[in-house]
């Protein structure tokens, strides 16, 4: 089994590459792309592109926020509830194909 080791540097360029400031009006989110909440306590907004929605690994993450919270997301808008290391990493492998 291999085993993936994570610089840190790259964990963070992942999140400045995903992560958007954004006013409080929610204006920010490209064409092609949809905002999501990240996190377990204190959520992060992200931006991510439309086609990751279609990816196994990412559709995982849309299976597990439905479990949590059907259709009803606190933040009012899509809201994932895992570690945002998780999130990173899982974007970060989509980003590169």
Same mark, same amino acid.
């Given at each position: 089994? !291999? !085993?993936?080791?994570?610089?840190?540097?790259?964990?963070?360029? #992942? +999140?400045?590459?995903?992560?958007?400031?954004?006013?409080? =009006? /929610?204006? /920010?989110?490209?064409?092609? &792309?949809? #905002?999501?909440?990240?996190? @377990?306590?204190? !959520? +992060?907004?992200?931006?991510?592109?439309?086609?990751?929605?279609? &990816?196994?690994?990412?559709?995982?993450?849309? +299976?597990?926020? @439905?479990?949590?919270? /059907?259709? &009803? &997301?606190?933040?009012?808008?899509?809201?994932?509830?895992? +570690? @945002?290391?998780?999130?990173? =990493?899982?974007?970060?492998?989509?980003?590169?194909?």
């Amino acid at each position: 089994m !291999m !085993m993936r080791m994570w610089l840190p540097s790259v964990i963070s360029n #992942a +999140k400045q590459v995903l992560k958007l400031q954004f006013s409080k =009006n /929610g204006q /920010g989110v490209p064409k092609g &792309h949809v #905002a999501v909440y990240v996190g @377990e306590r204190e !959520m +992060k907004r992200y931006v991510v592109p439309l086609s990751y929605l279609a &990816h196994p690994s990412f559709q995982d993450l849309l +299976k597990h926020s @439905e479990e949590e919270f /059907g259709f &009803h &997301h606190p933040m009012g808008g899509l809201t994932i509830p895992c +570690k @945002e290391e998780a999130f990173i =990493n899982i974007t970060s492998e989509l980003s590169s194909h």
